[in-house]
């Protein structure tokens, strides 16, 4: 029978997946692999009514968007107290020998990613959600499905019929280094680390994407009902049997000695791991004591998790670079002896600017102590000065711009030096040209730094403006681009002139207005004409626009090279005008609102809606506002202070149908779908970066909390 052919199939190439990817031992060779996965492909083609999202012909994903729906967690996922002290630890395992007496503990390490939790029914991976606030995440199933070290059917027939497991998706450093090679050569924004790489990607809109960013996962705790386990090893051991990858570092240790010496073991050993670990999570082996010591209401007591110090290396430092950004800022770079560091290869470092110089009084020739802190780039934290040569010299800084040669300025209150060269520095220029074809801009693909280079130094675009007049014939010749890459990118640029006005203005690259302040101006004056009318007066009285930003935006426009490009894409046909598109009703016109808490849309979004339905958004509460739009876990501060001011406080419901009320009350023909497109832009941008702040975000008891957590209301069942 074709079915039994299909399942068959399935369960081969599921078990050979395992083997290849959890046990890295695989049976049978890459190409018997894909012969299988080809015969099962053509069975599936003509056997639609077979269809299984669990299939494994499923793991490459697929281009159709995906949207996240918000689920609440059975359990709450929880977050670990954790420390840098080993003193700390000790107190820690020093007060549960009070309470229970002697306990057996897990040391394992813990994973620098994403948490995410598995659902599986009847052996069959039925969802996978973010951990989000820990009560509700994202629902990321298409997605996991193409973590080929996740099972997306389970092996053996002693697993729980339902239950939930959780753990870490990481991107493995070798993943990491060549998906930020290729944004690079894209011109695309860097993460600034596997964690945040790995959870952007998990909220990557084609699952396709996401199959290609090898991303992996490792779990570390169940929950359910009437799990029948009495130990974390014991459920550990189990779900390996299942088929799910677990650690191979975690150890039974008994006392306070082989805690430390398993840190200690780890601290070093973990430079060779090929993912990224911040610490070691210490927990309670024994389900009964587990639920002995119970929870606070934030994390278990059972467990905690001790944070290593960052990594750091030593090494010395053998030249200075000075890069000139697309606004002139000089940013110093140090070039390093080659040092291992936190999985990846160092060789530069940031020195950001001559007073961070000056204060660690850093030399050319000097060892000194790298170390990776939330930015791509590492840092310099210090000089072993014992090790400094008795002839070292201290570092002059340069005066004069290493690219023009023009004498250096700085302006107040910044601490960067800048070249004022603005129209004639060729890092500059072109910044500006890579600038404004970024996505977040005019969003032109296929335009890479090096392919802007190329048209720059071949005098085929010297600015902005001339991007504009290119012609297919003119870029085939390049190197790497022939005539279908040519021809989308003229096609990509003649689409740029459908992008709105504030993100043309936010690509126009003025000096200090970033993407929210382009979008207050593009408001505040509607037409780039006024715009560049405004005074320095009537410019400060538009939000987010101060004294340094207004003498900015004089400057741009007082330059006659600027006003003629500006002229040029005119004629070109972009768009200089906020459209109605901004608008999506009048219905909170005249009113301003503070947003402030998680909702069930990003935050970014709901702001956007404040705005596309004529309200203003500020960002802090006091006697100019209307209302507070309140989500969960707001802070109680702000609360209290709108209730003092007699602002009203509106949930998200509230506001809603405030729009709603008002929609029916001053209705206005309105293009829709541009507000919408708007809302999905600011929601897109948000998505990753609510994610990861969500790692820090503690779930606060609630007296309406239905979830139990684990452990607490299922008696006897759950750890
Ligand atoms: S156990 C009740 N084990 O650390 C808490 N967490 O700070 C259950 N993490 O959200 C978590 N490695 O994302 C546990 N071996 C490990 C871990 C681990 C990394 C993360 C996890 C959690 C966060 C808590």
Redesign the pocket.
């Known amino acids: 029978m074709i079915r039994q052919q299909i399942e068959t199939l399935r369960r081969t190439l599921e078990l050979h997946n395992y083997k290849y990817y959890v046990e890295n031992a695989p049976e049978i060779s890459d190409f018997e692999f894909d012969r299988l996965m080809h015969e099962l492909q053509a069975l599936e083609e003509a056997h639609p009514e077979y269809a299984d999202p669990n299939s494994p012909t499923r793991r490459v994903g697929s281009d159709l968007t995906n949207e996240f729906r918000s689920v609440e967690h059975r359990f709450p996922?929880?977050?670990?107290g954790?420390t840098y002290s080993l003193d700390e630890l000790h107190e820690f395992i020093e007060r549960i020998e009070r309470e229970v007496g002697q306990a057996e503990y897990v040391c394992?390490?813990?994973?620098d990613g994403t948490?995410i939790s598995l659902t599986y029914e009847e052996g069959r991976l039925l969802r996978a959600v973010t951990?989000g606030d820990g009560r509700r995440g994202d629902d990321v199933t298409e997605n996991i499905r193409t973590i080929r070290t996740i099972p997306l059917t389970l092996q053996g027939e002693e697993y729980p019929a339902y239950f939930e497991i959780?753990g870490?998706v990481l991107m493995p450093y070798a993943s990491f280094e060549k998906i930020n090679r290729e944004r690079e050569e894209q011109g695309e924004a860097l993460f600034a680390n596997p964690r945040n790489a790995a959870a952007g990607t998990l909220k990557q809109q084609a699952s396709a994407v996401v199959a290609r960013r090898g991303l992996d996962c490792i779990l570390?705790?169940l929950a359910g009902e009437n799990l029948p386990f009495a130990s974390h090893t014991e459920a550990l051991h189990e779900a390996a049997r299942w088929g799910f990858k677990t650690s191979d570092a975690a150890r039974l240790c008994h006392t306070r000695e082989e805690i430390d010496a398993f840190i200690a073991y780890w601290d070093e050993a973990r430079k060779g791991l090929p993912f990224a670990t911040d610490g070691i999570?210490i927990?309670v082996n024994d389900f009964a004591t587990r639920r002995r010591l119970g929870f606070t209401s934030k994390?278990?007591k059972w467990?905690v998790?001790y944070k290593f110090k960052a990594e750091q290396a030593l090494t010395r430092l053998e030249s200075i670079d000075y890069q000139v950004g697309r606004t002139g800022a000089i940013t110093p770079v140090a070039n390093l002896a080659p040092v291992q560091l936190a999985g990846t290869t160092v060789k530069r470092a940031t020195l950001h600017n001559a007073e961070q110089i000056a204060q660690l009084d850093i030399r050319v020739g000097d060892m000194v102590y790298v170390e990776k802190g939330g930015e791509i780039i590492p840092k310099i934290t210090a000089v072993e000065l014992s090790q400094r040569s008795a002839e070292s010299q201290p570092l002059q800084y340069i005066e004069v711009c290493p690219e023009c040669g023009t004498p250096l300025v700085r302006y107040e209150g910044e601490a960067k030096h800048y070249c004022p060269n603005t129209n004639g520095c060729r890092p500059q220029i072109i910044g500006r040209i890579i600038h404004f074809i970024r996505r977040k801009a005019m969003d032109i693909e296929g335009l890479g730094e090096e392919t802007i280079e190329l048209l720059y130094d071949n005098h085929l675009v010297e600015h902005i403006a001339d991007l504009y007049r290119l012609q297919a014939v003119q870029l085939a010749p390049l190197p790497r681009l022939g005539e279908k890459s040519a021809e989308n990118i003229i096609r990509s640029i003649r689409r740029s002139k459908e992008v709105p006005f504030e993100r043309v203005l936010f690509g126009l690259g003025i000096r200090f207005v970033g993407e929210t302040t382009a979008r207050y101006l593009a408001d505040h004056f509607r037409t780039l004409e006024r715009l560049m009318e405004a005074s320095r007066e009537a410019l400060v009285e538009a939000e987010e626009v101060g004294e340094k930003i207004a003498d900015a935006i004089l400057e741009y426009f007082a330059d006659e090279r600027n006003r003629a490009i500006i002229e040029q894409l005119r004629e070109a046909g972009l768009s200089f005008e906020a459209t109605a598109r901004q608008q999506a009703s009048e219905a909170l016109a005249g009113k301003s609102f503070v947003v402030s808490g998680k909702f069930s849309i990003a935050r970014e979004e709901l702001k956007a809606m404040i705005e596309s339905h004529g309200g203003k958004n500020l960002s802090a509460v006091s006697g100019n506002v209307d209302y507070l739009v309140a989500g969960e876990k707001m802070g109680p501060e702000k609360r209290k202070k709108a209730e003092k001011l007699g602002i009203r406080i509106l949930s998200e419901e509230e506001f809603m149908a405030l729009i709603a009320e008002g929609e029916a009350a001053r209705p206005m023909a309105a293009a829709e779908e541009g507000a919408q497109a708007a809302q999905e832009v600011a929601a897109e941008e948000a998505g990753a970066a609510k994610e990861l702040a969500a790692?820090e975000v503690i779930p606060a008891p609630s007296a309406t909390d239905k979830a139990p957590i684990a452990g607490e209301a299922v008696q006897g069942s759950l750890f």
């Open positions: 996922m929880l977050s670990l954790n394992e390490l813990k994973f948490a951990r959780r870490e570390y705790q999570v927990k994390a278990p467990a998790a790692e």
